[in-house]
């Protein structure tokens, strides 16, 4: 008789979105003149660059001719795209990674759910608190966390990021083994400047643990002294895994491409794991999808890509901006394009979230959804249109002015 | 400190397609003036229906205008797709399935791959032998197989498939819980009618099993009274998933497609645990792609495709009849682009390829690399020019005549 992996079993539900959906829609069914404006979506909105759309044209072309037709490409990539992310992402900032250290995929979903299988089960992860749920439910399914109890898996080590911190996750105290950090942060938009994520490399070099570094929002840094990657930092390649994507970066949320680092020199031979795994679960990613990501490395793709964030940038900075004229809490929002701002008067997310949508018709995230610590926050994100943007600041104001 | 899957080190490396490779190098290298015709790939090579790559392009310019654009789309595929899928796949053939039942991915190896993480560590798997390599891998990492001894992991029940059971496997005597079934059979193109394939169902109800049934190769299949999904059995949907893929039926192995049916009422709420397992771990089949599989759907699509697998399909009946007339053994082929044949005089698999290579030219797989009853075998595939497959068989004829 077949036996089930009981372990999903304590999976929590996430009422989080679906909530949210459900709320919206019996207001506008309330109140049907409403103009509802969305700040909850961490989804990107503006189009792709030409040269990239053209590149996925071109590729297609190919693919109807015997003579260009591709079929199975290699499990880790394509050279000509693991030649351009060594280039462009690492040897131009001065960091010496190799191809055979980058695995192309579909998607840094995948890869930062994937990885921990690399691991036994008896291992402790630490997570920061509010966090992207997918690191912490993947190792749920792998039997890693124990028993959800009192709003928390008892074998996680969660590491709080709140006002009293500066949003800086603080060295546990017990021996973890696997550290997952992401910075720019999702949720909080938070960064970690070199000093404080060497402390982290350091501390994993001292006690023998991983960092698994998701590195998705990477190009929305502007201020100096934030590493874009975290092989900026000393001694990073002897502990880190680097997960980036083309999602955030280039608007590929729909195209997927996203890619993984994994240093030779990194321990227990995990270079040589994640080829292993990746070759027997994977297939490599689509040559169209490939060729497309290649394309956003162009002079002309640069540009544009440049342009969509610098877009988002401006509208992080209404965000935080029109918040503190209201004399609201906002955090994040300068090298991310998330703003996590603090609920007014002591409320809690829920309540907030209720109030901001019958009083601004404004929808954002209740920050408790992402972790016990997001709770009083709340996540307004900068992907709308800058009209929008502009009138939801506006009418937030109107309420708190 | 971190403790890694020790799992991982009982994996066995497979040298089979490299000692190919160097096998073949190394003979060139002696012999420079040989043409080698290349027989042993299992990768397609005629190109996409245009329009396919029309689909693609379409697609592409959809996501480079606002108004257009897609950002992440359903992990579980969009509806335009999974329609499709389930009128075409199963509701034309008198097969219910529900669009909630249809999963889309990336591929076939991914989804054969993943589906064991939803089942606990102790489940006996079963598979035949010779297998598809990724069925056994994926459950050696996870922990199912106990250790490789004397060729074969301890606890893993083998199925033979042997001329002596017309490469048909028996139900084994022992309990099984997981049973991997490929048909028409990769790799020895073979295939089981619906008698055989209700025993298995049968069984699965009996013992409370579950059947993961890989059908990639449905496309192949002309005969009448075998199985185009192993729905067509009465009670399959009880205990069977289903796994099919764009990548042989219409030339995606680069382009990259699938997709996995769990019905509803298939025991412990598998439907569900996938769903899970999806919308934690993937964000779905980038949507220019799902659009490409769209278009193979229709008439142009389809014609041009059954245009292009009967191409093959003469490749391999050209095989099997000129095989036969050189009084070699031969099986698949009819239903299957691969070919499965007895190595002649007693001879292993492996010193038939070296004469193969050195006396024809010609280069195919040794069948011992898919498995110990594979021994003594070698596959040769339909997927090489009309020309050249004719030009290999002339050359081994002459050796056999």
Redesign the interface.
């Known amino acids: 008789?077949?036996?089930?992996?009981?372990n999903?079993q304590k999976?929590q539900k996430s009422y989080l979105f679906s909530t949210i959906a459900k709320k919206v829609e019996e207001y506008q069914k309330k109140q049907p003149e409403a103009k509802i404006i969305k700040m909850g979506i961490g989804?990107?909105?503006?189009?792709?660059?030409?040269v990239v759309?053209?590149a996925?044209?071109k590729a297609?072309?190919e693919?109807?001719?015997?003579e260009t037709?591709?079929?199975?490409?290699p499990e880790q990539g394509y050279d000509f795209l693991r030649e351009k992310i060594m280039q462009e992402d690492y040897k131009k900032r001065g960091i010496d990674i190799q191809m055979d250290e980058i695995f192309v995929s579909?998607?840094a979903?995948?890869d930062t759910?994937?990885f921990q299988?690399?691991?036994?089960e008896?291992?402790i992860i630490a997570i920061t608190d509010p966090v992207y749920p997918?690191y912490i439910?993947?190792n749920v399914?792998a039997g890693r966390t124990g028993k959800f109890l009192e709003g928390k898996y008892e074998k996680v080590v969660y590491m709080p990021l709140t006002e009293k911190n500066h949003f800086i996750p603080q060295l546990p105290k017990e021996?973890v083994?696997?550290i997952y950090l992401c910075f720019p942060n999702n949720p909080t938009g938070t960064v970690l400047n070199k000093e404080e994520l060497k402390k982290w490399v350091d501390y994993a070099i001292q006690?023998?643990?991983?960092i698994l570094y998701d590195a998705a929002y990477e190009a929305f840094i502007e201020e100096e002294n934030i590493p874009h990657s975290i092989y900026e930092i000393e001694g990073a390649k002897q502990v880190a895994v680097e997960f980036k994507s083309f999602s955030k970066t280039a608007?590929f949320?729909?195209?997927?491409c996203a890619y993984t680092v994994v240093p030779k020199e990194i321990?227990?031979d995990?270079n040589n794991?994640w080829n292993?795994?990746q070759s027997?679960?994977?297939?490599?990613?689509?040559?169209?999808?490939q060729r497309a990501a290649e394309a956003t490395y162009s002079e002309e793709g640069k540009k544009q890509i440049q342009k969509n964030i610098a877009y988002y940038k401006e509208n992080a900075k209404i965000i935080l901006n029109e918040l503190k004229k209201a004399n609201l809490q906002a955090y994040g929002g300068i090298n991310s394009p998330y703003i996590w701002m603090k609920c007014p008067n002591h409320m809690k997310s829920w309540d907030f979230f209720d109030l901001l949508l019958e009083k601004a018709n404004v929808v954002g995230t209740p920050g408790v959804g992402f972790g016990p610590s997001g709770e009083g926050y709340f996540r307004l994100t900068a992907f709308n249109t800058k009209e929008n943007t502009q009138e939801a600041m506006k009418r937030i104001q109107e309420i708190f002015k």
């Open positions: 008789m077949v036996k089930i992996n009981e999903y999976l989804d990107v909105t503006l189009p792709i660059p030409t759309t053209e996925i044209k297609a072309e693919m109807a001719h015997k037709f591709r079929g199975y490409g579909d998607g979903k995948c759910a994937n299988e690399l691991f036994s008896d291992n997918v439910d993947t399914m021996k083994d696997i006690n023998e643990s991983i608007g949320t729909g195209i997927r321990k227990y995990l794991m292993r795994r027997t679960k994977f297939n490599g990613t689509s040559y169209i999808v």
